[in-house]
Nanobody, 127 residues
Framework: QVQLVESGGGLVQAGGSLRLSCATS????????MGWFRQAPGKERELVAA????????FYPDSVKGRFTISRDNAKNTMYLQMNSLKSEDTAVYYC????????????????????WGQGTQVTVSS
């Protein structure tokens, strides 16, 4: 089981930026695809970004495309989510997730493919 710890959440005004970090216990000998999800009150958890082990392949839903950027530094065992031009509808608890993979260039988009989850960090965007 991989340990994941998110940080960087907080309160920001609409139009502002935040950078989330996810510290992991992933050993570099194992390949894990990773992603960021969010869950707003009364809504289902949704994927906001996914990244392959190599970092060369990424995915974003239309709702955040062009505003959010996912990246990772495997040497530092850390994944990031840069969030720009934040909107009130981005308010949610953000979770990082990791799923064991056998291909360094592929990512996952389904919750079921991610076996390890962090506890979440709150992001609140005020309008």
């Amino acid at each position: 089981q991989v340990q994941l710890v998110e940080s960087g959440g907080g309160l920001v005004q609409a139009g502002g930026s935040l950078r989330l970090s996810c510290a992991t216990s992933i050993r570099t000998s194992n390949i894990y695809a990773m992603g960021w999800f969010r869950q707003a009150p009364g809504k289902e958890r949704e994927l906001v970004a996914a990244i392959s082990w190599s970092g060369g392949s990424t995915f974003y839903p239309d709702s955040v495309k062009g505003r959010f950027t996912i990246s990772r530094d495997n040497a530092k065992n850390t994944m990031y989510l840069q969030m720009n031009s934040l909107k009130s509808e981005d308010t949610a608890v953000y979770y990082c997730a990791a799923g064991r993979s056998w291909y360094s260039g592929s990512y996952y988009t389904k919750e079921a493919d991610f076996g390890s989850w962090g506890q979440g960090t709150q992001v609140t965007v005020s309008s």
